[in-house]
């Protein structure tokens, strides 16, 4: 699809990548782009129209989805993540990830799709991680939480191109993100990532492995596991 001339809404937008998404998405000719965060107030990003959204919050979502209703690109970019063990951790933390991360993002996709749909068609991007093909110790749930996503945004891709709406998934490793603040490693820039993912969207991409770190983990599926993990270290 065109992103000139395009009616955006990125969810998570106070920070990280969801403002770099925001901003590109303006400087590439949006019509109008929605910023939305669980604190609108902590929005800063000029020529954007600011709302409040908690994905987790069904009443939220469709309120924002009337506040909203000639959106044509819908990026769910919003998520967290928890450490700890699946095994012996706090239950709650991982269905609070898994809450976020896969069933938000559902949520807005159901609440979306008719929106989109009624718009004349227009595309979604689903933000993912390279942890959707494999775990690593102490993100056991944010890894599961974003394997259901990644595989919830196969099947909605099959639903919804009936209907016009694209849709695709956004692989990235680490960025430079608050999120990622304790990891010590390469993080890629998140204004890359976004601009990767919308080159993305004009070209119909399903999926766009936006960094090298993704692209190994992808390229390792077809072997063994313990030859994939060996590699990780």
Known sequence: MEIAGSVALVTGSNRGI???????LLARGATKVYATARRPESVHIDGVEVLPLDITDQRSVDAVALAAPDVTLLVNNAGITAEGSLVTGP?????????????????MIRAFAPVIESNGGGAIVNVLSALSWFASPGYGGYAAAKAAAWNMTNAVRMELAGRGISVQGLHLGAADTEMMADYDGPKADP??????????VARGAA???????????????????????????
Request: hydrophobic letters at 45%.
């Open 18 to 24: 969801g403002r770099r998404f925001a901003e590109e």
């Open 91 to 107: 239950l709650e933390d991982a269905h609070r990830v898994m809450d976020t991360n896969h069933w938000g993002t559902l949520s």
């Open 191 to 200: 204004a890359d990532i976004a601009r990767a993912s919308l080159d993305g």
């Open 207 to 233: 999926e766009v492995v936006a960094d090298e770190w993704s692209a190994m983990v992808k390229a390792s599926l077809a072997a063994e596991p313990e030859r994939l993990y060996a590699q990780l270290g």
